[in-house]
């Protein structure tokens, strides 16, 4: 357990130089609300895709992307459980803030890039793997339930090109497409197809800048100097409370007394569930808040808010979960001291 704990730690400090890069860039005024969004843009749209089209494609076994089948479930149990959760904060609490983007914020957290940057370094390329197979339903649902959310509706053509036609999704049924040998193309030697073995190192590089491009679009949020408005701080500090305390314990009790029950959560996917639970508001929040008409300036204090309390609960979170799969003598827990 202690090397875990100096592991998760040690993976916070590349985050954090990079987080204050950005921020240091975005204060100096080199770039502004323009710049960051295009990089945040090119994250979402380009990078991210090539790495999720990458690691599915050339995943030497495509046998193994149906053997953990069980995290595209919780994949949607943990977005929507989240939605709900803000849902009901929001109501009960009499929260002020606008609260198509209250929900978004809670029910979306930052699935992805901030998960690769600790459970890479922590749990090796199997994590990443599973990442990669979470972000599948997610992107579904981001695009659906996510866009129906802030926009209002998903009738008409658009409806269409949000579910199917953008990035996210379309490079995941590629790589899938790919991986089973649908589409005849070969990123490992020995399968059939057109080789493309060559391009393995391409690719992996263009894949590799999505965490750090992603963290430091991150930081050029977190130097946005946003005015807070009368009764915001009221309003971060509930979706702090919601998003990092409220929704991760309920979440992480849900996942942890269905692995005690029998559900087959193996660990590993176990552990990314917990981790992906505690993470911060998506820093995609502001640029679909904006996409749609909603409230940027709360997303973006709400990703800078959650982002830097999240550099502390979330490992913290993580770790409780561990130790305490291991006192209550779950299948696979973290032992120790």
Not at 131 to 151: A, D, E, K, R, S
Not at 318 to 334: N, P, S
Request: glycine residues 10%; contains cysteine.
């Amino acid at each position: 357990m202690n090397e875990l704990y100096a592991a998760f730690f040690s993976s916070l400090v590349p985050i954090f130089v990079l987080l204050m890069m950005g921020m240091g860039i975005r204060r100096s005024g080199l770039v502004g609300d323009r710049g960051t969004d295009r990089l945040s843009r090119a994250v979402i749209l380009f990078f991210f895709p090539v790495l999720v089209f990458h690691r599915l494609a050339a995943t030497p076994d495509a046998g193994i992307l149906l053997q953990d089948w069980i995290i595209h479930v919780w994949a949607v149990i943990i977005l929507l459980g989240s939605g709900l959760i803000g849902w009901l904060v929001h109501r009960m609490a009499g929260c002020t803030a606008e609260p198509r983007t209250f929900i978004f914020m809670v029910g979306v957290p930052n699935w992805i890039y901030l998960p690769l940057a600790l459970a890479g370094p922590v749990w090796g390329d199997d994590a990443v793997r599973l990442l990669v197979l979470f972000n599948i339903p997610t992107q579904f649902i981001l695009w659906t339930v996510g866009i129906w959310l802030l926009h209002g509706t998903l009738r008409g053509a658009h409806a269409l090109r949000y579910m199917l036609l953008n990035p996210g999704v379309l490079s995941a049924a590629l790589g899938l497409l790919t991986a089973f040998g649908v589409i005849p193309l070969a990123f490992v030697e020995g399968k059939p197809g057109w080789s493309l073995v060559g391009l393995n190192p391409v690719l992996h590089g263009i894949g590799g800048l999505t965490v750090p491009l992603s963290i430091i679009a991150l930081g050029l949020y977190l130097g946005e100097r946003v005015p807070l408005r009368e009764g915001m701080l009221r309003e971060i500090s509930l979706l702090c409370l919601t998003r990092l305390v409220t929704a991760p314990l309920i979440l992480v009790a849900l996942v942890m007394g269905s692995a005690w029950a029998g559900c087959p959560i193996p660990p590993l996917v176990r552990w990314l569930l917990y981790l992906i639970a505690g993470m911060p508001v998506a820093v995609s929040a502001p640029l679909f808040a904006q996409l749609f008409n909603r409230d940027r300036q709360l997303a973006a204090v709400g990703v800078v808010a959650t982002t830097l309390v999240s550099l502390a609960t979330s490992p913290l979170l993580v770790l409780g979960a561990l130790k305490l799969e291991a006192l209550i003598g779950l299948a696979g827990g973290v032992t120790g001291p």
